[in-house]
């Protein structure tokens, strides 16, 4: 993510020189293991999460550039399915965390653009085993809190953010998950059941973590059917790419 100002220079430059329609903004300070390391990272997750989108939703304005801005689905809980109308379960004025609260901020400065898209997505995951993939971290875990979430299959995002632009989709936000809900035991269960866990985690339940639930009802309409969040599993399970 740029954080020095030779790194938005060279930004500036290629806008001018490409003078593109759309700018999509895939950037984001994501620590390891989790999101929640973003607390002892405090000034790499404001840079990244809410200066970085502040000067790129600036540069699109001045330019007249339609902007494409990444955020998270993790502002909901499993109570029910929220769509985009629907205000946020987890804010500043209660439990978000840090990573969240960034996200939150820079929803609310993309916001202010009005040839914004706001694309939230949960849990990314395909057939590809790696770090990032939702499908790999429940693979590794000891223990796993079992709750229900919409989540996202990386390749049909891809697909979907492309669509809202060739559909000339209305400017808002937009909640890109598969359709429906699953569990993480179910989920976990389904990748043992293939051998990709040697071992069954622990199941564990906690009144300080939850799901969320996020209807994609709005992306449907602006772009189509959306395939169920069980097809994709299934299909990133049975292709499953070990990684080396």
């Given at each position: 993510v740029a954080g020095k100002r030779g790194d938005f220079d060279v930004i500036v430059d290629m806008v001018r020189e490409h003078r593109p329609d759309l700018i999509i903004n895939a950037a984001?300070?994501?620590?390891?293991?989790?999101?929640?390391?973003?607390?002892?990272?405090?000034?790499?997750?404001?840079v990244g999460n809410v200066a970085f989108p502040l000067f790129m939703s600036h540069l699109c304005r001045l330019g007249n550039i339609?902007?494409?801005?990444?955020?998270?689905?993790?502002?909901?809980?499993?109570?029910?399915?929220?769509?985009?109308q629907d205000d946020t379960t987890r804010g500043w004025d209660g439990y978000c965390g840090f990573y969240v609260g960034t996200?939150?901020?820079a929803e609310s400065i993309v916001h202010t653009y009005d040839k914004h898209y706001i694309l939230r997505l949960r849990l990314p995951f395909d057939e590809v085993d790696h770090p990032r993939n939702y499908l790999t971290k429940l693979?590794?875990?000891?223990?796993?809190?079992?709750?229900?979430?919409?989540?996202?299959?990386?390749?049909?995002?891809?697909?979907?953010?492309?669509?809202?632009?060739?559909?000339?989709?209305?400017?808002?936000?937009?909640?890109?998950?598969?359709?429906?809900?699953?569990?993480?035991?179910?989920?976990?269960?389904?990748l043992g059941?293939?051998?990709?866990?040697?071992?069954?985690?622990?199941?564990?339940?906690s009144p300080d973590t939850t799901g969320a639930w996020l209807s994609n009802a709005k992306l449907a309409a602006?772009?189509?059917p959306v395939r169920s969040v069980h097809e994709a599993v299934a299909e990133s399970i049975s292709n499953w790419r070990k990684s080396e």
């Open positions: 984001a300070f994501i620590p390891n293991p989790t999101v929640d390391a973003c607390k002892d990272h405090p000034k790499e997750t404001i339609a902007f494409m801005h990444l955020s998270t689905g993790c502002l909901f809980d499993e109570q029910r399915e929220y769509d985009e996200k939150l901020l693979t590794k875990f000891d223990k796993v809190f079992d709750h229900v979430n919409s989540l996202t299959h990386r390749g049909d995002f891809a697909k979907w953010a492309l669509d809202l632009w060739e559909k000339r989709a209305p400017f808002g936000t937009y909640h890109c998950v598969n359709t429906g809900q699953m569990s993480a035991k179910a989920l976990t269960m389904n059941m293939q051998g990709l866990i040697p071992k069954l985690p622990e199941f564990v339940h602006a772009i189509g």
